[in-house]
């Protein structure tokens, strides 16, 4: 498994005539875990989008290893091992716990849009599922409709379904929002066992997270970029910890 | 700090126990929070092979010795000949269980609402028509057995054509277009004479003379087979599709399509694929169709079929693979029965239709299934007797509703008609108070009582409901 670096360069963003992401340039080194921090309304999430494609670019461009991605629909930036979680859990609330993960695994296993595989004949796919499920602290609730697990069950089951398919990229949006403290601490656990070895992309607000997690963090605000680099120049920065630091210690 | 993030919380740990917990209360409470029917009627785990192989081929057992048997029990002994009512009822039946499982697979499975799902039927039946015409002719030697199947790629390739087109958009946009399309394919019937045979539609003759087994298809009792053959293997195609990974990915779709995209899947190829494989089904029933009357005209492809499609898998219940098949059984039975019983079987449909939407959004088998809990918990007895209670003044407004809706039929079309309203042999006077007053109080009174029976079972239920979601949130 290699991981490839994220690369983005000179992204723009508009929504009709207000400038969402303006000229972003970011590296994300290959196999390592980088944050994104900023206030409300920075972009985190939209950079987010534009990265996953579900949002296109205004300008500029975005590579993941060697692959030019932007412009591309989503499912093709997913089938380049480039996986995402959203903020706002977005599961298969009608489906089993089971299917959820299972379906995750689907593409990436070589199923594509088979009509003649019988799933519950395909003995290594329902493995890795279980196995999965077992990771996730799941395993007990397989047969549960989605929809029906507790928050933090669901926001497991966000992550177990972002990194099921192999990806060698993920991105996390907000992982532990609305999380308590020690859901918080079995999310972080997760997120580190799992990511190992992956190039990972996390927005978050919980700074004790941030620091804990990752190996480069990146501060944007107001669209821009203003600080990125390891989490001790990050802490000692000045700009930042007027723009956005300094307002939480205060 | 660090330390204190590396140990995990042991929350998950505890909660896998107390689920476990075998036989005790909270872990049977457990189980009523149970996923999607349509994704559970298989086990991944912990069951026998053997065992499997019993649960899943018993009910399609049933089903066939039932279909088989069902023509029997309507045999006139006395004259040694079949019912022809029964089997052409019976006949209707099997196809419409095809066309409304077809139906499902996008309503039900991928949360699509077509209109245009008659047209596909349609289509098979008319494409049926020409290649029954050729055969008899010495053009096509395909055996009668296998023309079903022949109807289903036509039903395929149109399917692909307009699937195209509709798959582009989901949900309301997606009914819409297909709204377009059946507009204009009932149009194109009436102009396009050379296929479609204008209004009067095309006929021909099902005694093509090739079969595999050397049968004539002259008899009724033979296309009935025909048709019990194909449905069973159209349906089970048809189940087999839920247990795949593309029907899997609608499932997905339907429920939250832009997810389906950043797990590798283009939603809309999920979208065209579900909707060419449902065409292909479709087909296959307006084959039978053909096959059956002789004769296609526009009304097999027109909107009134495909609203009869949404009417059977609604009524059935479109959130379970059997749901529509339940729906088509009691769809046609009314047509085939009530219709003969009376002129406004229609309005009976229609009010079946509102009343269900309204109070039982999930169908027969979602009524069903919301039982699914309270007997595993073992406390269905304690709905017994509000179910009892509620018997009588059902009955009566249903006596009175009826009633008033046969009263006001007989002084208008019955009229026109020169029929005579008659009960037990009785013929009533459809002019004086009296019929018109007992229906009156009938519907008002009984109203009045099921409405507080009513209440008296929803606060038995919700008691129930409510005792069970407590015991499975303090697991």
């Given at each position: 498994m290699t991981a490839p670096p994220v690369t983005l360069r000179n992204v723009h963003k508009s929504f009709g005539p207000i400038e969402i992401i303006r000229g972003v340039s970011m590296d994300v080194a290959a196999g390592e875990r980088h944050a994104l921090i900023g206030p409300n309304g920075a972009g985190k999430t939209t950079l987010f989008n534009l990265i996953s494609g579900r949002f296109p670019i205004t300008s500029g461009e975005i590579r993941v290893g060697e692959n030019r991605i932007d412009g591309l629909p989503p499912h093709r930036i997913n089938r380049l091992g480039v996986s995402r979680s959203f903020q706002i859990t977005s599961i298969?609330?009608?489906?089993?716990v089971f299917e959820n993960i299972r379906c995750g695994l689907l593409w990436s296993s070589g199923y594509?849009?088979?009509?003649?595989?019988p799933l519950a004949r395909q003995r290594a796919l329902n493995e890795e599922t279980e196995r999965l499920l077992e990771e996730l602290n799941l395993a007990a609730r397989r047969d549960t409709m989605a929809g029906l697990l507790s928050y933090a069950e669901q926001r497991a089951l966000e992550i177990g379904m972002t990194i099921a398919g192999g990806a060698n990229v993920i991105l996390l949006d907000?992982?532990?929002?609305?999380?308590s403290h020690s859901e918080t601490e079995y999310a972080v656990a997760l997120i580190r066992r799992v990511t190992q070895g992956r190039t990972l992309v996390m927005v978050e607000h919980d700074m004790k997270v941030v620091f804990y997690l990752a190996d480069t963090i990146t501060v944007l605000v107001y669209g821009q970029i203003i600080a990125s680099g390891p989490p001790v120049e990050i802490r000692g920065n000045r700009a930042v910890q007027e723009a956005y630091l300094g307002a939480l210690a205060a | 700090m660090s330390e204190k993030l590396t140990s995990p919380a042991r929350a998950g740990e505890v909660e896998t126990r107390s689920v476990e917990g075998e036989g005790d209360r909270v872990g049977t409470y457990a189980k009523m929070l149970r996923a999607d029917p349509i994704t559970l009627t298989r086990r991944y785990a912990a069951t026998s092979p053997a065992r499997r192989a019993g649960e899943v081929l018993l009910p399609w057992l049933l089903a066939l010795a039932v279909a088989v048997v069902l023509p029997w029990l309507f045999y006139d002994f006395h004259h040694a000949r079949h019912s022809g009512f029964a089997l052409s009822m019976f006949s209707q039946m099997g196809m419409m269980i095809i066309f409304a499982l077809s139906f499902n697979m996008l309503m039900?499975?991928?949360g699509l609402l077509s209109f245009c799902h008659s047209v596909l039927f349609g289509f098979g039946g008319y494409s049926t028509v020409h290649f029954l015409d050729s055969a008899g002719a010495g053009n096509l030697p395909v055996p009668m057995e296998l023309m079903p199947l022949l109807a289903g790629f036509s039903g395929l390739g149109l399917a692909i054509a307009v699937g195209y087109v509709a798959s582009k958009q989901r949900s309301t946009a997606f009914a819409m277009i297909t709204l377009g399309i059946v507009q204009l394919v009932t149009t194109a019937a009436t102009m396009f004479h050379h296929f479609f045979g204008g209004e009067g539609g095309i006929k021909t003759d099902r005694e093509i003379g090739i079969s595999l087994f050397g049968l004539e298809y002259a008899k009724s009792i033979e296309v009935y087979y025909l048709i019990v053959a194909w449905m069973m293997i159209a349906a089970i195609a048809m189940y087999y599709h839920t247990g795949t990974p593309l029907g899997r990915m609608a499932n997905a779709c339907r429920d939250n399509h832009e997810r389906a995209q950043f797990v590798g899947y283009d939603p809309r190829m999920v979208r065209f694929l579900q909707f060419a494989l449902s065409g292909f089904f479709a087909g296959i029933g307006g084959g039978l169709f053909a096959i059956t009357y002789e004769i296609v005209t526009f009304d097999a492809v027109a909107a009134p079929l495909a609203a009869n499609a949404l009417l059977m898998a609604y009524i059935g219940g479109a959130t379970t693979f059997v749901g529509p098949v339940l729906g088509a059984v009691l769809i046609t039975a009314m047509q085939s029965g009530v219709s003969l019983m009376s002129n406004s079987w229609l309005i009976y449909v229609g009010v079946l239709f509102i009343a269900m939407v309204t109070f039982a959004p999930a169908g027969l088998t979602g009524i069903v299934l919301a039982h699914a809990p309270i007997a595993r918990a073992g406390m269905l007895r304690r709905l017994l007797v509000p179910y009892l209670r509620m018997v009588v003044p059902a009955l009566l407004v249903l006596l009175g509703f009826v009633g008033l809706v046969e009263l006001s039929s007989f002084l208008t079309i019955g009229a026109a008609q020169g029929k005579q309203l008659a009960l037990f042999g009785h013929s009533l006077a459809i002019t004086s108070t009296t019929p018109w007053l007992v229906s009156l109080i009938c519907l008002g009174g009984g109203g009045y009582w099921l409405s507080r029976e009513a209440t008296r079972f929803r606060s038995v239920w919700d008691d129930l409901s409510a005792g069970l979601r407590t015991a499975s949130a303090a697991r």
């Open positions: 298969f609330h009608r489906l089993s594509r849009y088979s009509f003649w595989h907000e992982p532990t929002a609305g999380m | 039900g499975q991928a």
